[in-house]
């Protein structure tokens, strides 16, 4: 039985939280301003775990968090240019979401990571049955596909962008692969049950059209069997029954979207914005340009990486590369589109240490030196390559406003690896 209690209930009050920021106005400071307010709110309830959390680090971790903390000071010494509210209130979000992985990290127990994992199961369900609802209706009135079906993407009412929709139902499969990749049986009514979530799961990041979400699924399996072992009577069971699940959803995606895998534009331009937004990072490795400041230094920086790209890109017969150097040099409203390198954007080296010590811990996760045999090994594992696996999704798009959902299997894995050494149950 999941009970309400306080941590409970406080990440019911973020899950809301991101509902409504995704139906505010996109624009970059109307909802810079909203988690500002939204950071003094909750201000009081994470300070006392962080305090405890920055007590029990070694030096290093905490003169990191200093620095973190007075990180704005450091823009305006080395940035003049730049406007201090604007400074201060953007790094007020990204402070929100580091505040909110401590608390979760500090706070949560078995029970609580039980019911976030129910919420979220919850919401695949909302989407799931919202799609279907979308889908009758467009059947009734006899909707054709058109080209590139995209009234058949889904779409739900309770998240403007589709991002939250693919985060959501990417943390639950993984939460839910992980229970079942790790069960003693098979075939048994949990079994049966847990299988109709995989499905309904697996239904609604494919109708979202985003190969990226394919990638990650496939890199978690990949692992997981490369890890765990190929040819045990019960992982071949499963790589039989996922490869049934694959080509299913494949076709289905190719059904209604002929340029699924062939369709490659997208992919190619998120190359040479990287190629930019490394500039960047470059340019201003040392301390960054602050949290969303990176677009003034879009077309103002060395381009010497993208010059690179565009030399050697401009001497080959990659007519749609080309064409996507054009394009980009006429945007004016940019995004890196992916979270680690606006992270190394906002915060120079100190982003890159960050994300060198996450990984670190992943991979340590992985290798862990618990008893080949001890069936805790596996379930520390499996949630640090959900972690690994997730981290592709987080590259191909910007979502520091929300770091703390994409943390989530990370922290996970911290629990189970913490509690795990302690000789605790956590399965």
């Not at 069997?225 to 699940?245: C, E, P, R, T, V």
């Not at 201003?284 to 340009?289: Q, R, S, Y």
């Not at 906002?346 to 992943?362: D, H, P």
Request: net charge positive.
């Amino acid at each position: 039985m999941i009970s309400i209690n306080k941590n409970n209930l406080i990440f019911t009050c973020l899950i809301l939280l991101v509902i409504i920021s995704s139906q505010i106005d996109t624009q970059i400071n109307t909802k810079i301003i909203f988690f500002f307010v939204i950071f003094v709110s909750f201000l009081f309830l994470f300070i006392e775990k962080i305090f405890l959390w920055f007590l029990k680090k070694k030096l290093f971790f905490k003169i990191l968090f200093i620095y973190f903390i007075l990180h704005p000071f450091f823009i305006l010494i080395t940035i003049p240019t730049v406007s201090f509210l604007n400074v201060f209130l953007s790094h007020s979000n990204i402070m929100l979401q580091i505040f909110i992985i401590i608390f979760i990290y500090e706070s949560f127990d078995k029970k609580n990571y039980k019911y976030l994992f129910c919420v979220l199961q919850f919401f695949v369900i909302f989407f799931f049955l919202e799609y279907l609802l979308t889908i009758t209706e467009l059947i009734s009135i006899g909707s054709t596909i058109s080209q590139g079906g995209r009234e058949y993407q889904i779409v739900s009412a309770l998240f403007k962008s589709q991002v939250y929709v693919s985060q959501i139902s990417l943390i639950s499969l993984f939460f839910l692969l992980n229970k079942i990749l790790s069960s003693k049986y098979i075939l048994n009514k949990e079994f049966v049950i847990k299988m109709c979530l995989l499905f309904i799961n697996l239904f609604v990041i494919f109708v979202t059209f985003q190969r990226t979400l394919i990638l990650c699924i496939g890199i978690y399996l990949l692992l997981y069997f490369l890890l765990n072992g190929f040819f045990k009577i019960k992982n071949i069971f499963y790589i039989i029954l996922f490869s049934i699940l694959s080509l299913i959803f494949i076709n289905f995606s190719i059904e209604i979207r002929p340029d699924y895998f062939t369709n490659l534009k997208s992919i190619f331009e998120r190359f040479i914005i990287w190629a930019n937004a490394l500039d960047i990072f470059l340019d201003h490795i040392l301390i960054g340009t602050g949290a969303h400041n990176e677009k003034m230094f879009f077309l103002n920086n060395s381009n010497y990486i993208f010059n690179m790209l565009g030399d050697y890109l401009y001497t080959t017969d990659y007519d749609v590369w080309k064409s996507r150097i054009i394009i980009f040099e006429d945007y004016n409203n940019l995004s890196t589109h992916s979270t680690h390198i606006d992270l190394l954007i906002f915060y120079g080296m100190l982003g890159l240490v960050s994300i060198f010590i996450i990984y670190l811990n992943t991979i340590k996760f992985i290798f862990n030196k618990l008893k080949l045999n001890d069936p805790k090994k596996y379930i520390v594992r499996n949630s640090a390559i959900s972690f690994i696996s997730i981290s592709f999704y987080a590259i191909s798009l910007s979502m520091t406003q929300d770091l703390w959902l994409i943390m989530i299997p990370y922290i996970y894995a911290n629990y189970l690896h913490n509690y795990s050494l302690n000789n605790k149950r956590i399965n």
